[in-house]
């Protein structure tokens, strides 16, 4: 006799929030807005609020402010925001799809592999745009996730969760020694130095319109998929159980998540720990109900992103800390406190 779905939902332990994702949701997206103006404002050249408004509303390009804002500052922090919120959507993706809490596309080789990928634009051909850079970003990420999960599915037992993030770091040291072998030999080493230590500087708008249309498809794709999502994180048996169509979700889903890392990895490098650890605070806010996961985990991937930037802007001005360092500086205590709880969610 099978079990109903309301019935099956209940036994998994479904925490869902409306009113507090809701409130979360307005409350992140007033908190980026303000984490953008803030970051504009601050830096070497002191900006005050009333500036960048103008500024976006009314542009001159006579005054020398509205230049720095407008050629420099807001695409800089706009590209933070929207790289925060790929690696953040791809995190929690991949958290529900594997039921793997230490899941992150920085450690599971998909960074790594958009990387190599990058290593071999610069390497062979040193005129290609930013648009072929990007798709060749997505190949990257697709070789790294299929090594890691084809390695990770060899031995007895199958994918388990500390199974995925050892074969994800061992295949991410191997991807990421092959990148760092190429700028050796094409003497690349400076060019990709920012990729490898990650940062948003020299994001541009010509940049942006390619990046951004790509990553709202691949978050709004999400946000369709989220309740399948839901579903398919109590486990496959039970999703089949409910009538899912479990291998075209994941398909669709894993599609998403390459797109979305290899879009960030193309332009701010590899930065990891955003998708392991913004998933885990959401689901702590709002329950684990996807469809609240996925749009919160958006909005504070990208606040994360902004803050972090403009904390690396201004730690040790003139002079800029790359954002990967500052990222890793919460997130690898964040890692180790999951592992050391064996993985279990914070919820």
């Known amino acids: 006799m099978f079990k109903t779905k309301t019935k099956l939902i209940q036994e998994n332990k479904v925490y869902s929030r409306p009113a507090v994702g809701t409130a979360i949701l307005l409350l992140g997206f007033a908190l980026l807005l303000l984490s953008i103006v803030l970051a504009i404002s601050v830096g070497a050249a002191k900006i005050q609020f009333l500036t960048v408004w103008n500024a976006v509303i009314n542009y001159d390009p006579t005054r020398e402010a509205d230049r720095i804002i407008m050629s420099l500052r807001l695409p800089r922090e706009l590209g933070a925001a929207i790289v925060g919120a790929a ?43 930013y648009l072929t850079v990007m798709i060749l970003s997505f190949i ?22 500390i199974r995925i993030t050892l074969a994800g770091a ?12 190429i700028a050796l030999y094409f003497k690349l080493s400076q060019d990709l130095a920012f990729w490898t230590a990650g940062g948003v500087s020299g994001t541009n708008w010509a940049q942006l319109k390619i990046i951004v249309p790509v990553v709202l498809v691949g978050i709004i794709v999400a946000v369709m998929f989220s309740r399948q999502l839901t579903i398919l994180s109590f486990g496959e048996e039970v999703a089949r159980g409910l009538g899912q169509r479990t291998l075209f979700t994941k398909i669709v889903l894993m ?13 701010v490098g590899a930065i990891a720990f955003v998708g392991l650890m913004v998933p885990h605070i959401v ?65």
């Open 140 to 161: 990257g990420a697709g070789i790294g996730a299929v090594l890691v999960f084809g390695l990770g599915s060899m031995s007895r037992g199958g994918l388990t969760p």
């Open 170 to 181: 061992a295949v991410s040291a191997l991807l990421s020694s092959l990148g760092e072998g």
């Open 283 to 347: 689901r702590f806010l709002v329950g684990t109900d996807y469809r609240w996961i996925i749009p919160c985990s958006a909005i504070f991937g990208s606040v994360l992103m902004v803050l972090a930037d403009t904390f690396a802007r201004t730690v040790n001005a003139p002079y800029e800390t790359p954002v990967g360092a500052v990222v890793a500086m919460i997130g690898v205590p964040f890692f180790l406190y999951l592992a050391r709880k064996g993985g279990r969610k914070l919820s």
């Open 87 to 129: 690696f953040a959507v791809s995190g929690a993706i991949m958290q529900g799809m594997t039921r793997n809490p230490l899941a992150d596309p920085g450690l599971l080789g998909l960074n790594a592999g958009a990387s190599l990928a990058l290593a071999c634009v610069f390497a062979f051909n040193t005129e290609a745009n």
């Open 255 to 267: 599609i998403v998540v390459l797109i979305l890392a290899g879009a960030a990895v193309s332009l």
